[in-house]
């Protein structure tokens, strides 16, 4: 569930704060046990598992963070190694939810905030990839509507840089055709198929 909150992070106004659902200690707990049990060595360091993996894991959950203020996304992780990270929300290219077997198990969710200038592109993995948000959804859908209204009002000035004013006749020309094919689409009509 997202809380509204009237914190403020730096000279920012939190907006909304993603919590953590408690299922995903379990899922994490179950996740690294199956991963040590398929492993030779893993067997072996089982039992030092189960003693310390919950409270690892307990620590880390609590150490989680997703506040969504008036211009960026930060989260916050990690107990040992912490990291922030500061996603501005027009740098956000897409944001998507992953559901796997153990995470569909468990009832959670991954949302991967994808974003322009992402460093780890062609590794599969995101620097922004929250497991376990609840209501990771409309989490998605308030990030993106406020990025799209961050966006959207940002105008065009008359000196701006040529690169600055192509990228926004660029974004100005894709909201138009987004809102004629969302129109097109609410009216029924599709585009006529091809004759064979």
């Known amino acids: 569930m997202m809380a509204e909150a009237e914190v403020y992070r730096g000279a920012q106004a939190v907006v909304a704060k993603g919590e953590f659902s408690p299922k995903l200690r379990i899922y994490m707990l179950a996740y690294w046990t199956l991963t040590l049990v398929c492993s030779v060595i893993g067997i072996v360091l089982l039992p030092i598992w189960l003693v310390v993996g919950p409270i690892w894991i307990r620590r880390y959950h609590a150490s989680l963070r997703c506040d969504l203020t008036e211009r960026n996304v930060v989260i916050s992780k990690g107990l040992v ?3 922030e990270l500061t996603i501005p929300l027009d740098k956000i290219q897409d944001i998507s939810i992953r559901e796997g077997p153990l ?3 468990f009832g959670l969710l991954q949302l991967r905030i994808e974003t322009a200038g992402q460093s780890n592109t062609g590794t599969g993995k995101s620097d922004a990839d929250l497991m ?3 209501d990771a959804r409309a989490l998605r859908d308030r990030i993106l509507a406020a990025r799209d209204g961050l966006t959207a009002s ?3 000035s008359a000196d701006a840089s040529p690169d600055r004013q192509l990228a926004i006749e660029i974004r100005d020309t894709l909201l138009r055709i987004e809102a004629a094919i969302t129109d097109q ?3 029924g009509t599709g585009t006529p198929s091809s004759a064979m």
Do not use: E, M, N
């Open 154 to 156: 940002v105008p065009l």
């Open 185 to 187: 689409s609410l009216q």
């Open 132 to 134: 376990g948000l609840i």
């Open 103 to 105: 995470l569909t198990a």
């Open 81 to 83: 190694f912490r990291k």
